[in-house]
């Protein structure tokens, strides 16, 4: 394996990383990502994916860098003095590897649909733990609408473990035309409802509509879906977080399937 050393700010390969890392703009033109860790990085080969490049920091281990580059064939292989990967890496405790690396597409499943609708999403943890969640209940497509964060941002990717790289995703959506067009229930996630989520029928095509951590969900996206249900509460609180809401919608779909 060859390694190519970079020192400066100045290099071009140091500057595009360095506009991978932060901007969504940059990431949504090349349609790439920043890996960080070796976690993602496995998660990212299993799901079929080649990295184009690995960046490690100095202190990073050379015999373990070495042995992910030769699972990588044809793989730019960079290592960079400590304080210039703390520049481009995500994380307040770097992880010492990187990886430059195209967006995947996973195709959607011929199954019964079963779909996450995201509206306005604006952390990018409870963004990528959403996607996790829709991922391990076997959900056919994640729809995100334009307010909804970068779900290729490095923390959406943290939070995701792997989930963008097996997911269908659908971004940018307009959530009230999407359910318009939609040949299934969808239903809305939101408080006061007399109807229980454990009272429906979740077995047929689906979607379920989760909105804003803060806000909710919007008025048209609630005019759009089928039905509005809410999860029955008896302790003493007023809200569950829009993911864990989420997890316990779509796995008491898992449960009435299975």
């Known amino acids: 394996m060859s390694e190519t050393s970079i020192t400066s700010r100045d290099n071009p390969i140091f ?115 959403m996607l996790r969640t829709g991922a391990a209940a076997g959900a056919t497509l994640a729809v995100l609408s334009r307010g909804c964060h970068d779900p290729w941002s490095p923390k959406a990717l943290r939070g995701g473990q792997g989930a963008q790289f097996v997911l269908p995703m659908a971004s940018g959506v307009d959530v009230a035309v999407w359910c318009a067009q939609f040949a299934g229930q969808s239903l809305a996630l939101a408080l006061g409802e007399e109807r229980s989520v454990f009272a429906s029928d979740l077995t047929g095509p689906l979607a379920f509509i989760v909105g804003n951590e803060g806000a909710g969900l919007s008025d048209d996206a609630r005019a759009a879906a089928t039905a509005t249900v809410q999860i029955p509460m008896p302790g003493k609180m007023e809200s569950l977080n829009a993911s864990a809401a989420l997890a316990i919608a779509v796995f008491e779909a898992v449960r009435q399937r299975v």
């Open 15 to 129: 500057k595009r990383l360095k506009k991978l890392a932060e901007s969504a703009r940059a990431r949504r033109e090349a349609s790439m990502a920043l890996l960080d860790g070796e976690h993602l990085l496995g998660a990212y080969l299993d799901a079929g994916g080649q990295p184009h490049t690995l960046v490690r920091a100095a202190s990073f281990d050379a015999g373990r860098f070495g042995q992910w580059a030769a699972r990588c064939p044809g793989v730019r292989a960079i290592t960079l003095p400590d304080a210039l990967f703390d520049e481009i890496a995500p994380v307040s405790t770097p992880t010492g590897l990187l990886s430059e690396a195209a967006w995947l597409m996973p195709v959607a499943r011929a199954a019964t649909p079963l779909v996450i609708v995201l509206e306005n999403i604006q952390d990018p943890g409870n963004l990528g733990s």
